[in-house]
Nanobody
Framework: QVQLVESGGGLVQAGGSLRLSCAATGRTFSSSAMGWFRQAPGKEREFVAAIRWRDGSTDYADSVKGRFTIARDNAKNTVYLQMNSLKPEDTAVYYC?????????????????????WGQGTQVTVSS
């Protein structure tokens, strides 16, 4: 089992920044990729960004590319999502997820079903 705890959400004005953290505990060695997803009210959960533990390679949704950065700290088993130039449409509950598959293609990284463990979510609200 892998436990994930997100933190860092909050209320910010448009154009501002937030950094989300996701701390993993338990059988963290079984995780090969970490992802961030978000879900706005009335909408489906969507992919935001992901990173592979082994080589640090990343992938981003087009809507956040150039504004968000995902990073990892292997020693701390923690993944971060730095969010800059935030927009009201970024408002959502943000979820961290861990996947244990042996290989993640870029397409697979974006799929909700590729991830085995999920955090409880953290609210991000961007005011206009």
């Amino acid at each position: 089992q892998v436990q994930l705890v997100e933190s860092g959400g909050g209320l910010v004005q448009a154009g501002g920044s937030l950094r989300l953290s996701c701390a993993a505990t338990g059988r963290t060695f079984s995780s090969s990729a970490m992802g961030w997803f978000r879900q706005a009210p009335g909408k489906e959960r969507e992919f935001v960004a992901a990173i592979r533990w082994r080589d640090g390679s990343t992938d981003y949704a087009d809507s956040v590319k150039g504004r968000f950065t995902i990073a990892r700290d292997n020693a701390k088993n923690t993944v971060y999502l730095q969010m800059n130039s935030l927009k009201p449409e970024d408002t959502a509950v943000y979820y961290c997820a861990a996947g244990t598959a042996y290989f993640f293609s870029n397409n697979y990284l974006r799929q909700i079903g590729a991830y085995d463990y999920w955090g409880q979510g953290t609210q991000v609200t961007v005011s206009s």
